[in-house]
């Protein structure tokens, strides 16, 4: 399984998905895919964790890190794929008053037309 950041483009939005850790090793191919999306003018981004098992603290310093380049933007940003810790931990740093959470890749894309 790749250790990078993958992106992807469907219309508006676009997607990174992280791999199974993310952490500091993940930062640079993590912006270098966000400023591609970036590049390709998404108006929304969504952070798929399907394959991701662990963040630590630096893996979540860069999730905010991302999450406030997104937002001042102006893009709206979903997640999906976190474990019920995750989502507790996303809370408590306020990262779910930026994001919106949703289930999955399908409940995102369905997003889009709202």
């Given at each position: 399984m790749?250790?990078?950041?993958?992106?992807?483009?469907?219309?508006?939005?676009?997607?990174?998905?992280f791999?199974?850790?993310?952490?500091a090793?993940?930062?640079?191919?993590?912006?270098?895919?966000?400023?591609?999306?970036?590049?390709e003018?998404v108006?929304?981004?969504?952070?798929?964790?399907?394959?991701s098992?662990?963040?630590?603290?630096?893996?979540?310093?860069?999730?905010?890190s991302?999450v406030e380049?997104?937002?001042?933007?102006?893009?709206k940003?979903?997640?999906?794929?976190?474990?019920s810790?995750y989502?507790?931990l996303?809370s408590?740093?306020?990262?779910t008053?930026?994001?919106?959470?949703?289930?999955?890749?399908?409940?995102?894309?369905?997003?889009?037309?709202?």
């Amino acid at each position: 399984m790749a250790k990078e950041v993958q992106h992807r483009k469907e219309g508006r939005m676009g997607f990174l998905d992280f791999p199974r850790d993310v952490t500091a090793q993940t930062r640079e191919t993590a912006y270098t895919a966000y400023n591609a999306l970036a590049a390709e003018k998404v108006e929304l981004l969504s952070l798929n964790f399907d394959n991701s098992d662990y963040l630590n603290s630096a893996g979540i310093g860069l999730i905010i890190s991302l999450v406030e380049d997104a937002t001042q933007a102006g893009r709206k940003v979903f997640a999906y794929g976190l474990s019920s810790h995750y989502k507790k931990l996303f809370s408590m740093v306020g990262l779910t008053e930026r994001i919106i959470l949703v289930d999955n890749e399908e409940e995102a894309r369905a997003k889009i037309a709202e």
